[in-house]
């Protein structure tokens, strides 16, 4: 690879960002507008028909779980973490970027943990065959989706890392 090439890369990265900053985006507000209509269903047919949506409740759970996690990546890809910058005065101006690089490297790997927690939760809810208690919905499948999004999430935070690094990571996505 010349270098013309290395540079075409890094000059893609911010653009492959933005894509998939598009993508997550689309998934939350899916998942959201989701959960609005399913609460408006409830709403409805409890106060106006006296028959509320059965496992309404169960669904809203499911439903907030692939939000949060839904949400995970993009928040990730934004930086839109919350952050306490009571030292950041401290650090130099030219060390600001490797800061973010370590910073963007631990939270990779307490996210890793948090993922492969959920996985190994999701591989033993498939095997003891857990289900929700009133629609009777196997629970395994959200499980193993918010781990893969988690997943998502730290291969986020290692791009930035290395975009950190190289002096080639966006401020924000726009």
């Known amino acids: ?24 985006g689309m998934i939350a507000a899916l998942t959201l507008t989701a959960m609005v209509l399913l609460t408006c269903v409830d709403v409805v047919g409890r106060y106006f028909f ?11 759970e499911q439903a907030m779980g692939a939000l949060v996690f839904s949400s995970l990546p993009l928040v990730a890809l934004r930086r839109q973490h919350v952050t306490v910058d009571l030292f950041d005065h401290l650090v130099p101006t030219r ?21 492969w927690r959920l996985w190994a939760k999701a591989l033993e809810m498939r095997a003891n065959g857990e289900t929700t208690a009133v629609l009777q ?12 999004l988690t997943f998502i999430a730290v291969i986020v935070m290692l791009v930035l890392a290395w ?10 996505i726009e």
């Open 163 to 172: 975009l950190d690094a190289t002096g080639n990571a966006p401020i924000t």
């Open 50 to 60: 006296n028959q509320p949506l059965t496992g309404a409740f169960e669904l809203t």
């Open 137 to 148: 919905f196997v629970v395994h499948p959200l499980v193993f989706f918010m781990a893969t």
């Open 95 to 115: 060390w600001r970027r490797l800061q973010a690089a370590i910073v963007d490297l631990v939270a990779a790997v307490c996210t890793g943990a948090i993922a």
């Open 1 to 24: 690879m010349n270098l013309d090439d290395a540079n075409r890369g890094t000059r893609q990265a911010p653009r492959l960002l933005r894509q998939a900053d598009q993508v997550l």
